[in-house]
T-cell receptor, first 112, second 116 residues
Framework: GEDVEQSLFLSVREGDSSVINCTYT??????LYWYKQEPGAGLQLLTY?????DMKQDQRLTVLLNKKDKHLSLRIADTQTGDSAIYFC????????????FGTGTRLKVLA | EAGVAQSPRYKIIEKRQSVAFWCNPI?????LYWYQQILGQGPKLLIQFQNNGVVDDSQLPKDRFSAERLKGVDSTLKIQPAKLEDSAVYLC??????????????FGSGTQLSVL
């Protein structure tokens, strides 16, 4: 069945790089997404990657996709305290209802 | 551009009571979703509308949950009667259209429901 897994917690020091990992199961997924959720707020789209790409860079964010292993990662360079939040990986099916499947979320804590 | 509006922001009820949540999507967005987010988990899709039609309600507990989007714009989600395990944040999201392309979801801030 469809499943998206993430590690629960990550703690880094301000200025270091953060790497958040995700594994998914639906090999037919065309798009994979990263969302950020701050306390008391909804999810905000950070970036996405098309399945025929290996890497996508967007300012401080780098997304790496390993289709063979169904592994997705989000690297945040020069992590700031404002990056503290929960990060969700999501896969989207490319047929039927095109629904999103979200991971359990990784709570990132940035230490000053 | 106004975002996805949801109300109320918080709701506390006792079990077996009824509750309703309201969502107004971004203007022009044809697709509307309701998600349930239990503490410590990712959002789980409850129901998806395309305009005023239901696309997917396979995970909606239909014995107690109902949702409608009568005019293809705003939507309400109702729980009757509520159970303790319904305590969660209910998120509404919208997107321009349901396609195979890069469909971006825009989320509201959610309604936090506590069932006592």
């Amino acid at each position: 069945g469809e499943d998206v897994e993430q590690s629960l917690f990550l703690s880094v020091r301000e200025g270091d790089s953060s790497v958040i990992n995700c594994t998914y199961t639906d090999s037919s997924s065309t798009y994979l997404y990263w969302y950020k959720q701050e306390p008391g707020a909804g999810l905000q789209l950070l970036t996405y990657i098309f399945s025929n790409m290996d890497m996508k860079q967007d300012q401080r964010l780098t997304v790496l996709l390993n289709k063979k292993d169904k592994h997705l990662s989000l690297r945040i360079a020069d992590t700031q305290t404002g990056d503290s939040a929960i990060y969700f990986c999501a896969e989207r099916s490319t047929s039927g209802t095109y629904k999103y499947i979200f991971g359990t979320g990784t709570r990132l804590k940035v230490l000053a | 551009e106004a975002g996805v509006a949801q109300s109320p922001r918080y709701k506390i009820i006792e079990k077996r009571q009824s509750v309703a949540f309201w969502c107004n999507p971004i203007s022009g967005h044809a697709t509307l979703y309701w998600y349930q987010q239990i503490l410590g988990q990712g959002p789980k899709l409850l129901i998806q509308f395309q305009n005023n039609g239901v696309v997917d309600d396979s995970q909606l507990p239909k014995d107690r949950f109902s949702a409608e989007r009568l005019k293809g714009v705003d939507s309400t989600l109702k729980i009757q009667p509520a159970k303790l395990e319904d305590s969660a944040v209910y998120l509404c999201a919208s997107s321009l259209a349901q396609t195979g392309g890069t469909e971006k979801l825009f989320f509201g801030s959610g309604t936090q429901l506590s069932v006592l």
